[in-house]
């Protein structure tokens, strides 16, 4: 069993949607110790169901402050009261971005994104032009350093050609650059101070992974029951696969129905109007 | 040194037209009382600062209190896109935002920097990012002990910061506890500072690291109760998150966020409104 | 990840010689008895660093662990000299002791940078001082905002920082309370690092933000009770004075010096000494 | 009466010391509400007299980290538990340096120094020359920065020709450098940040005060019995005197009453093998 504990039940489930099956896959390959700087949303869930499964001592880090963090129920935002209630410590945010991130105490940054392409550049500014943009999204936020100041980085979403483009539109945060190139070219003392970039890509369709000599996103892996077209087809480059794709482990019921108590309870929780005042 | 100001005294005594303005709050404490005060007085031309503008500054802009946003993250937190934020960058309603933008490591490094009184912050950021290249703010240095080049940005010192707090005793120096964000930082960067807290009390019963801001580090403290509503406050009351889910609706239309906030900020007393 | 070892085992697998070595504590929980150890364990040729060393670096110098000493203020507090300092840096004796000189201000700086993993502090500093003529190691930066030029000086980045503090829990996470000096930014700058605590408790009890160090931001904690004394602990026992004056004629003479020390150092068993 | 408070015997002492006057002399130059950032020694002493008598608002700033400290006894060093116990809070260390002082938050830094020349300079670095000391001192702690980043600067020192020299043997902290015209030479932005310097020392027999051109310090107040001579023969450099010095109030009785109380309380308090625990 992979948590080690007796009773769980750790059979393939009977039963489960897309997004459950990427939210498992991403959980599983963060590694019981893990630090980890958790992006919110969909980076969120995986974490804590890492936490909650396999990997109790998994260490959260949300950019709030709030350091090595337990939550009961998921967080709406960065900075619920949750995180802080449930939290070792909670610091400053210059200090969670200088000491904790910048000093290099993170194993694992693992973020969102609106759009990524081929080289893993990550997209959360806008699309269309800087200036006179169509779409205006959220911004940067801590993306930008964590993806360099990170060891590695997990990056979640949801496989669409709008959101898996040749080029963005933008480089919100560093993937390999435009070329691939950009993380080879850095200064030595910055080189030694920067992590690998995102050594995986989890969507609901598939395993992603940078070609160790190009830096391109490669399929290592494909879900269960989903065909090459349908990846070829939501994914806004010539998609490459490794010659033998591994065929991603189902969900087992156990993961699946955690994932599921997690969210319900995360539901009721945030549907109340007043929910209790943190402690 | 601290003075005891009304809301509405404490707003427009040290919030002026055309001033740099920050209101901070790291999803918690976030100053709303006080913005709504400062619609309510149709402040205007105000360069907003935030490294996470979120719903409050949604409202000011879409009142058309600010000319210019300097910010790292602009979104509705687990919601989505701030609509009035969007309608003003996009399609400059009801005027034209110019828009300054970091990442949350620099604005956070910028706040301490104000607060150190240096004119930079450094820090080892942006690698290969394209905002350097629309933010002519973000430049470099080069270490002259290892000669890597650094990022470098100029320090936040605005005209004046109002942050929430939980509470000040009555010599007025204020307790800050829970997810402190920069409310720190971006008061002592400030030239002058509002602090609104939920109560006064007699001792601040703090231990010896808690974040306490002296007296003579405030310019004004004014009690508002509830003042951080629908966002937090750590010890007093939860986040509202309806509130925050039911804002995508309301600020999507530009006549349903005007009668939003006719109702519910501008015919609303000093200190009550949500 | 935090090991909890003995203060021996600590000390002889995280200490070697000729490391760079920072034994922090600003007059509160500076880490005597693990200090003692490492002169027990006749450590040699290390760079000691040190805002303020005192008694337990006089100790270490005269006793021949070190060969070079970065430092911002080297004496007695309230007291005067430090006799061995003096002897090593006027008359090379028990042997030539390099000396690298900051204010406090920077050094606090180059701690900051350390555990912020930057290779460089920014400090408004060193103006009209002769210091800058004597330490090659402040130099300068231009602000690429202002054009004005600001003191620079490289991070510290100790091999390994030993600190005391109060209390660590059974995981391995350690409270510190009080006047917390640069503990906390000493560690985070270190390669290593080792704490030793005055006990360890069930739940640290710490408040929201409290100065706590996770486990897995500490390479090995020893329990080592009374061990800042004759400084003091907040909260355990308070700072010995009467020794810190004692101390004066004890290392005004190279033998009386060797004698204190063989009397109550280094036939002392681990943890015991005062 | 200068604290404004009824019942304390006012009337001037009837014998004190020069140390006393000194001291005195010095509490007296604070205002009640200025935020002072305390030296070790000489400057605590005086400080804390001023906090007990006429500036009961005055804002105590010890370079440990605690923020407006109300010690019941004087500390013996800069770090002592006393400092904290009785702080309104306790920053670290760095935070002191970087938020407090260098943030432009001090009016007043109180200094003392081994050395003061003639364009108040200070040497508490060492005797002789840097790299074989005649006498090797403490060197520059906090003082640096502290006589540059406060608004003004006082300093206490005992009157000495081996103390007021000529030119110091190295300037630890600026007062107006080797020419008196240092501070006039800065970088505008500097300048904006940077303080007047020492304004006002303090001695056992005079107050001096920098002359507003030259920025030499000239004896502008003298203290009562003694004479002009006496100065003369302790300063290490041909000093000066303005036209017509003022002579220094006296003492008041209840201002040697309470230094005596404060010293005697803090002599039993650091006599003890073992003082109480700090809570």
């Keep these: ?279 | 040194m601290a003075e005891f100001l009304s809301l509405h005294e404490a707003i427009a005594r040290h919030v002026h037209d055309g001033d740099i303005v920050a209101l901070e709050g790291f999803t918690h404490l976030i100053p709303f009382a006080a913005g709504h005060e400062i619609i309510r007085q149709k402040r205007q031309n105000l360069t907003l600062i935030r490294m996470t503008p979120d719903l409050l500054y949604d409202q000011m802009i879409g009142m058309g209190c600010a000319s210019k946003l300097i910010f790292s993250w602009g979104g509705n937190p687990g919601v989505g896109s701030l609509h009035r934020l969007r309608d003003a960058v996009e399609k400059h309603y009801p005027a034209k935002l110019e828009i300054l933008e970091h990442s949350h490591a620099a604005m956070a490094c910028a706040w301490e920097a104000g607060a150190a009184g240096l004119p930079l912050a450094v820090l080892r950021g942006y690698l290969g990012s394209d905002l350097p290249r629309v933010n002519q703010d973000i430049r470099h240095i080069d270490c002259p002990f290892t000669g890597e080049r650094l990022a470098a940005i100029p320090a936040n010192r605005p005209d004046v910061t109002v942050v929430h707090a939980q509470k000040a005793d009555r010599a007025g120096n204020v307790l800050i506890e829970g997810i402190i964000g920069v409310q720190k930082e971006a008061v002592l960067a400030a030239r002058r500072s509002v602090v609104t807290v939920e109560e006064v009390v007699d001792s601040l019963e703090a231990t010896p690291n808690a974040c306490v801001l002296p007296a003579w580090a405030i310019s004004a403290i004014a009690v508002a109760p509830g003042g951080a509503a629908p966002s937090y406050t750590h010890g007093y009351y939860a986040r509202r998150n309806d509130v925050y889910k039911q804002w995508d609706a309301i600020a999507r239309d530009r006549d349903t966020f005007r009668q939003w906030m006719e109702d519910n900020v501008m015919t609303v007393e000093e200190g009550v409104s949500a």
Tied chains: 1, 4.
């Excluded at chain 1, 910055?190 to 609901?204: F, K, M, N, Q, S």
């Excluded at chain 1, 090459?228 to 156990?254: C, D, K, L, M, Y």
Aim: aromatic share 6%; net charge negative.
């Design chain 1, 1 to 279: 069993m992979s948590d080690g504990s007796p009773g769980h039940d750790n059979t393939t489930a009977h039963d489960y949607t897309a997004t459950e099956m990427m939210t498992v896959t991403a959980s599983r390959a963060l590694t019981n110790g893990t630090t980890c700087f958790v992006g919110i949303g969909l980076p969120s869930e995986a974490a804590n169901l890492a936490r909650l499964t396999h990997a109790p001592d998994t260490v959260l880090i949300y950019e709030s402050g709030t350091l090595q963090t337990r939550p009961d129920v998921l967080p709406l935002s960065i900075g619920d009261g949750e995180l802080c209630d449930t939290a070792l410590s909670t610091v400053s945010v210059p200090e969670m971005f200088r000491y904790w991130l910048q000093g290099g105490r993170v194993d694992v940054g693992f973020l969102g994104t609106a759009q990524i392409d081929r080289y893993a550049n990550l997209n959360t500014t806008l699309i269309g032009d800087y200036r006179e943009p169509k779409v205006r999204l959220p911004g940067g936020g801590g993306a930008p350093e964590i993806a360099t100041n990170s060891r590695e980085v997990f990056v979640m979403i949801k496989h669409s050609a709008r959101a898996f483009v040749e080029e963005v539109d933008f480089i919100t945060s560093l993937g390999f650059g435009r070329d691939g190139r950009a993380r080879d070219d850095l200064h030595p003392e910055t080189a030694r101070h920067t992590g690998r970039g995102p050594t995986l890509v989890i969507t609901d369709l598939c395993l992603m992974r940078p070609d160790p000599d190009t830096h391109e996103l490669v399929v290592t892996s494909i879900h269960p029951g989903v065909t090459r077209e349908q990846i070829i087809e939501a994914t806004g480059w010539s998609v490459r696969f490794v010659n033998a794709p591994e065929a991603t482990p189902e969900p087992s019921a156990h993961e699946v129905q955690v994932l599921r108590e997690l969210k319900a309870r995360t539901e009721r929780h945030h549907a109340g109007h007043h929910e209790e005042a943190s402690a």
